[in-house]
T-cell receptor
Framework: KNEVEQSPQNLTAQEGEFITINCSYSVGISALHWLQQHPGGGIVSLFMLSSGKKKHGRLIATINIQEKHSSLHITASHPRDSAVYICAVRGGHNTDKLIFGTGTRLQVFP | DTGVSQDPRHKITKRGQNVTFRCDPISEHNRLYWYRQTLGQGPEFLTYFQNEAQLEKSRLLSDRFSAERPKGSFSTLEIQRTEQGDSAMYLC?????????????FGPGTRLTVL
């Protein structure tokens, strides 16, 4: 079993729909990241969380440390949101490496 | 451009050849990370540096892989005697190395194809 699991693996939506991507992890963490990767490989950091909730524009990320679970929400989705969304955790306090999920491929159709 | 840069962006090589990739981090960042991403998978950690010191290395980093950051600025990742299984995207990231809120910024990656 992977240390970081994401669901769903693939997601299609119509423009305007509310989208949720889930991430569960099995290790102790010091922070959780949500990343966006477009075709061609470039990775952009969306959020870094250690507790609670963060919002940026139409994106909202939440984390429940006790349940080892995080969600990324996209409100009023748009075709330009089409990308792979990756959850990554920074494990513990003695390491700075990230452990990544396999990603969720999102396609938003007009 | 003040972001993380990687060179080359694409590399095609024949099995058995050596390849070297370069990463230039954001200038004030003292931590530098290498990750590898195969098709359809999330990235996997390879190694990271604090200035010139290599602090952690994955078991994925076999004897054929070596990374350096000699002056604490740019880093190189060398793969000797490449194998087809080395075909992947090699990603570099850098960060300020803060205890908390240590956000990593990623470069565009180097895509390696081993024929």
């Amino acid at each position: 079993k992977n240390e970081v699991e994401q669901s769903p693996q693939n997601l299609t939506a119509q423009e305007g729909e509310f989208i949720t991507i889930n991430c569960s992890y099995s290790v102790g963490i010091s922070a959780l990241h949500w990343l966006q990767q477009h075709p061609g490989g470039g990775i952009v950091s969306l959020f870094m969380l250690s507790s609670g909730k963060k919002k940026h524009g139409r994106l909202i990320a939440t984390i429940n440390i006790q349940e080892k679970h995080s969600s990324l929400h996209i409100t009023a989705s748009h075709p330009r949101d089409s990308a792979v969304y990756i959850c990554a955790v920074r494990g513990g306090h003695n390491t700075d490496k990230l452990i990544f999920g396999t990603g969720t491929r999102l396609q938003v159709f007009p | 451009d003040t972001g993380v840069s990687q060179d080359p962006r694409h590399k095609i090589t024949k099995r058995g050849q050596n390849v070297t990739f370069r990463c230039d981090p954001i200038s004030e960042h003292n931590r530098l990370y290498w990750y590898r991403q195969t098709l359809g998978q999330g990235p996997e950690f390879l190694t990271y540096f604090q200035n010139e010191a290599q602090l952690e290395k994955s078991r994925l980093l076999s004897d054929r892989f070596s990374a350096e950051r000699p002056k604490g600025s740019f880093s190189t990742l060398e793969i000797q005697r490449t194998e087809q299984g080395d075909s992947a995207m090699y990603l570099c990231a850098s960060s300020l190395g803060l205890r908390r809120d240590n956000e990593q910024f990623f470069g565009p990656g180097t895509r390696l194809t081993v024929l």
